[in-house]
């Protein structure tokens, strides 16, 4: 990962997530006229960190400029590469839309967009975009109360990244809701993974 990533990675759960979007799209303009692929790919990078950090902060209209801008940086790379251990490419571009409809609360749109995901195109390896998108689908299913599919995603999770359930908070804020509502069959399915998860209503 190159080093601007490291830094606004770094600052964006922090008190200084403004420094963070803003040094994001500070060096990403900069670093883009470059003519290698490998600085395409970290100005991509940095550009959809900025779109999730202008989503947190609920400016979905800055959120949805910034990500139709890495499409057309994802165009110009022309495949799903991994330069500089930046996993920028159409499909990653993909992935945060997804990621930024969560994070603005929008479910139904999350779901149209987890549509146009492609994870078989993504580089070998990069197992946490994977989990990511799993872990956003499931969230989405949850709040339309289609907690059978919710359920699928989560045991998507589960098997690729059994720490996953255990730590992360919108995993078991989003089981907590489906064991809420658990019933029949499928809420043995619900109970014995927020057993495993250590999860409780």
């Known amino acids: 990962m190159a080093v601007y990533q490291v830094v606004v990675c770094a600052l964006l759960p922090t008190p200084r997530a403004g420094l963070a979007e803003a040094l994001a799209v500070v060096t990403a303009e900069q670093i883009e006229v470059g003519r290698e692929a490998p600085v395409w790919s970290v100005a991509g990078a940095l550009w959809l960190i900025a779109a999730v950090a202008a989503a947190r902060r609920g400016d979905a209209v800055a959120a949805a400029q910034r990500l139709d801008h890495t499409d057309r940086l994802a165009a110009r790379l022309g495949e799903d590469a991994n330069h500089r251990w930046t996993a920028f490419g159409p499909t990653n571009v993909a992935i ?106």
Request: charged content about 25%.
């Open 96 to 201: 945060h839309r997804v990621s930024v409809a969560v994070e603005l609360g929008d479910a139904p749109a999350a779901l149209i967009a987890a549509d146009s995901v492609e994870l078989d195109r993504l580089p070998t390896g990069l197992r946490s975009r994977r989990v990511q998108v799993q872990l956003d689908i499931a969230w989405a299913q949850a709040q339309r109360r289609r907690d059978a599919e919710a359920l699928v995603a989560l045991l998507e999770v589960e098997r690729a990244a059994p720490q996953v359930t255990r730590r992360n908070a919108i995993a078991r804020d989003t089981i907590r809701q489906l064991l809420a509502r658990a019933r029949g069959a499928s809420g043995a399915a619900v109970r014995g993974l927020a057993d495993r998860a250590g999860v409780a209503v």
